[in-house]
T-cell receptor, first 114, second 114 residues
């Protein structure tokens, strides 16, 4: 158990819908990262937050957005969902968000878009 | 740009034997870090071993060791005395100093034959 929690574990929804994935970092970690793991794209970095502020952006679609709240939990919002958004979404956290900080991964949320 | 390549989609080894997983990377940066992550069927991403680029000595963690060839930009993982619990997807990843995102390879699926 990494100490990072993600809810829900599984999510099944339809095209065009909007979902919210939630992540709680390890106690004491200020930085949260979101990654997407899909069959065709592999593991890709989406976005990083540090202490409530966006720090880095990767291959995140405009239909996707995220935020980190004052209690440091983070939410990833996915809207206008398409079949290709079906993937495993990981949240990771680290102490201060700067290498060589280790990123601890949560168990992931499996999103299925039908 | 930062890239990581794993050329072996699948590998198999007999229990108690030794196996080596290959990884090559490309970066123009001089300060970076390399990692091997394990993803068992549970889908949890688990850090196996890490290597700082500035360190010449190869990292070792119990039965896991790396062969870091900086000039060749190669970073292979050796698993000694393979156990059934080692069966998983293994991902090589890199991160450069000052950046926030882990860049992953495509993964190698390791099967342990009893």
């Amino acid at each position: 158990d990494s100490g990072v929690t993600q809810t829900p574990k599984h999510l099944i929804t339809a095209t065009g819908q909007r979902v919210t994935l939630r992540c709680s970092p390890r106690s004491g970690d200020l930085s949260v990262y979101w990654y997407q793991q899909s069959l065709d794209q592999g593991l890709q970095f989406l976005i990083q937050y540090y202490n409530g502020e966006e720090r880095a952006k990767g291959n995140i679609l405009e239909r996707f957005s995220a935020q980190q709240f004052p209690d440091l939990h983070s939410e990833l919002n996915l809207s206008s969902l398409e079949l290709g958004d079906s993937a495993l979404y990981f949240c990771a956290s680290s102490v201060d968000g700067t290498p060589p900080d280790e990123q601890f991964f949560g168990p992931g949320t499996r999103l299925t878009v039908l | 740009a930062q890239t990581v390549t794993q050329s072996q989609p699948e590998m198999s080894v007999q229990e108690a034997e030794t196996v080596t997983l290959s990884c090559t990377y490309d970066t123009s940066e001089s300060d970076y870090y390399l990692f091997w992550y394990k993803q068992p069927p549970s889908r949890q991403m688990i850090l196996v071993i890490r290597q700082e680029a500035y360190k010449q000595q190869n990292a070792t963690e119990n039965r896991f060791s790396v062969n870091f060839q900086k000039a060749a930009k190669s970073f292979s993982l050796k698993i000694s005395d393979s156990q059934l619990g080692d069966a998983a997807m293994y991902f090589c990843a890199s991160i450069i100093q000052g950046a926030q995102k882990l860049v992953f390879g495509q993964g190698t699926r390791l099967t342990i034959n009893p």
